[in-house]
């Protein structure tokens, strides 16, 4: 067996990129940021074709990424943020639902969600992560853009079936 293999696409260009960080643990956020825009421009980006917006925390991902699903058109979203570990429960709902959100929106959008929300249990394991995790979803969002633009469906011409039922009548007289 040979089969077909569509093999990761990392030319970012010509794509429209939407960027939601959340503000809460900034520095982590921005890190992230400075080095997905990087890896953005190094894929071939445009930096005209990214938005960036901000969001107070992790909970508020959802609706911004819906809305910029719903409202632009956009080739990618990427999600950037962190969740660090408190004393209480907290910590477990906002993973979880964040979590949740992102993935709901790119299942019923058909838009690929990069999540780079960290979950961590410590300032010191966020700081670690954050700017592999900002070139990360920068290029999962480019390789996913183009894995699902190559996915689409091609569109049944009408003359084409046409064509090819007058060619079947040909074949049998």
Known sequence: ????ILTPDLNG???????????????VGQTELAACL??????????????VVSVPGALEMGVALARMAESYEFDALIALGAVIRGETYHFEVV?????TAITRISLETGIPVANGILT??????????????GRDCAQVAV???N????????EDDE?????????????ER
């Open 38 to 51: 990087e890896e953005l421009a190094k894929l071939g980006v445009d930096e005209r074709d990214v938005m």
């Open 120 to 133: 961590v249990d410590t300032d010191e394991q966020a700081a670690a992560r954050a700017e592999g995790k």
């Open 95 to 99: 993973s979880n639902e964040s979590a």
């Open 147 to 154: 894995l699902v633009a190559a996915l689409e469906p091609e």
């Open 143 to 145: 390789e996913m853009a």
């Open 1 to 4: 067996m040979n089969p077909y």
């Open 13 to 27: 260009e010509g794509l429209h990129i939407g960027i939601v960080r959340a503000r809460f643990n900034e520095e």
């Open 159 to 171: 003359d084409d079936e046409d064509e090819d039922f007058d060619d079947e009548e040909d074949d």
